[in-house]
């Protein structure tokens, strides 16, 4: 795995972290929504209450009224049934997103010990490297053959230098 596939995978926690947020806002915004659609299923069922009390009661005729208030309850019934699918919905998308992100914790993890162990490998490679170059090293220093080593004395000198680049040659005369 390389950087580029670690950085991707940030980038996608971090948006998926984006909508885990996201979707406890919607969660808040739909408990407060369902809250507000059950206060209505209360306040028609007690319109429905008090219209049914002044027709059987009081021998009103209002079956208009009564009729309102109970297309007010089923309107809110439905309001109410309608929120709590899509709040079950948002749960279902949280599960998977809570799935989503422990997936991508395992994949860290896997990442992070492969990573781990390819350190140990470059390190081992390298201390092979190292140690097979001063083999090397060791085997041509032991194969190479002696320079000569010219021993000059005050009484040796110089006679002839040539002034060629290509070569160098240095002609001495020994006295004995």
Not at 95 to 124: W, Y
């Amino acid at each position: 795995m390389n950087w580029e596939e670690i950085y991707g995978g940030i980038r996608a926690f971090a948006g998926r972290a984006a909508t885990k947020i996201n979707q406890t806002a919607d969660m808040a915004t739909l408990q407060v929504k369902l809250t507000m659609a059950e206060h209505k299923l209360e306040e028609a069922y007690a319109a429905l209450g008090k219209a049914s009390f002044g027709h059987f009661v009081e021998d009103k005729e209002n079956f208009d009224q009564i009729s309102a208030c109970i297309t007010n309850v089923k309107n809110a019934m439905l309001e109410i049934r309608s929120i709590k699918q899509q709040i079950e919905e948002l749960r279902a998308r949280a599960l998977e997103a809570e799935k989503d992100v422990k997936i991508f914790k395992d994949t860290v993890s896997e990442t992070a010990a492969e990573a781990a162990n390819a350190v140990k490998v470059a390190k081992a490679a390298k201390e092979d490297a190292e140690q097979r170059a001063a083999a090397v090293r060791a085997k041509q220093e032991e194969e190479a053959e002696p320079l000569e080593v010219f021993d000059f004395d005050d009484d040796d000198f110089i006679t002839d230098v040539s002034n060629s680049e290509d070569a160098v040659e240095i002609d001495l005369e020994i006295e004995e």
